[in-house]
């Protein structure tokens, strides 16, 4: 497994604005997954954070919303930009720590709140 | 296109009664399944997995499920709930030729577990 860290736990912010949530892991991995967990849904993969490269989006999220990086082996950022109330949400950093993507397991960070007014 | 289907909004046992949270699913190829829980304020947390061999998976805590490729299910059970049990529980299913890691979640079965 890996111990994940995100920077904030929670925030509250304004329309308009941005806020940019980081994501530490203790170890290297090989794949890292910024997910959505909208109030009272389930969890909606939002990117994959490639290393060296740019993320790789799913369907119905862009790049101009949710800018990414990955720096490293170790540290990932997801960005939320020009926030809505539709924005607020848990976001969550996953990691896969194998080199098998399709079995291996993937670990949650404890999330980020965001609350948008 | 993959799905995850938790029919139960909240399963609501006794402490000491088995309980079970049901998942079933929908994938093109070959299924791997898993099981996470969500305490409150806190992220997921793995319980276990099916990748292939046995159909019946042990994790941590004391749960288990059983995959059942004719019912498309993924049940999780314990033998005897504890109050420390009651959380969130998704399920997710990621199809075996994927080549991406994404998983597909349920949308999550609250479970109560009263003493």
């Known amino acids: 497994s890996a111990v994940i860290s995100q920077k904030p736990s929670r925030d509250i912010c304004q329309r308009g604005t941005s806020l940019t949530i980081q994501c530490q892991v203790d170890?290297?991995?090989?794949?890292m997954f910024w997910y959505r967990q909208q109030p009272g849904q389930s969890l909606t993969l939002i990117a994959t954070a490639n290393q060296g490269s740019e993320a790789t989006y799913e369907s119905g999220f862009v790049i101009d919303k949710f800018p990414i990086s990955r720096p490293n082996l170790t540290f990932s950022t997801l960005t939320v930009s020009n926030m809505s109330p539709e924005d607020s949400s848990i976001y969550l950093c996953?990691?896969?720590?194998?080199?098998?993507?399709?079995?291996?397991?993937?670990?949650f960070g404890p999330g980020t709140r965001l609350t948008v007014l | 296109a993959q799905s995850v289907a938790q029919p139960e909004d909240q399963v609501n046992v006794a402490e000491g009664n088995p309980l079970t949270v049901k998942c079933t699913y929908s994938?093109?190829?070959?299924?791997?399944l898993f099981w996470y829980v969500q305490y409150p304020n806190r992220g997921l947390q793995f319980l276990l997995k099916y990748i292939t061999g046995d159909n019946l998976v042990k994790g941590s805590y004391g749960f288990e499920a059983e995959f059942n490729k004719s019912q498309t299910s993924f049940h999780l059970k314990k033998p005897s709930a504890l109050v420390s049990d009651s959380a969130l529980y998704f399920c997710?299913?990621?199809?075996?030729?994927?080549?991406?890691?994404?998983?597909?979640f349920g949308q999550g079965t609250t479970l109560q577990v009263k003493p």
């Open positions: 997710a299913v990621r199809d075996a030729s994927s080549n991406t890691g994404k998983l597909i």
């Open positions: 170890s290297q991995v090989t794949m």
């Open positions: 994938v093109s190829g070959n299924p791997y």
């Open positions: 996953s990691v896969s720590t194998g080199t098998r993507i399709s079995t291996d397991t993937q670990y």
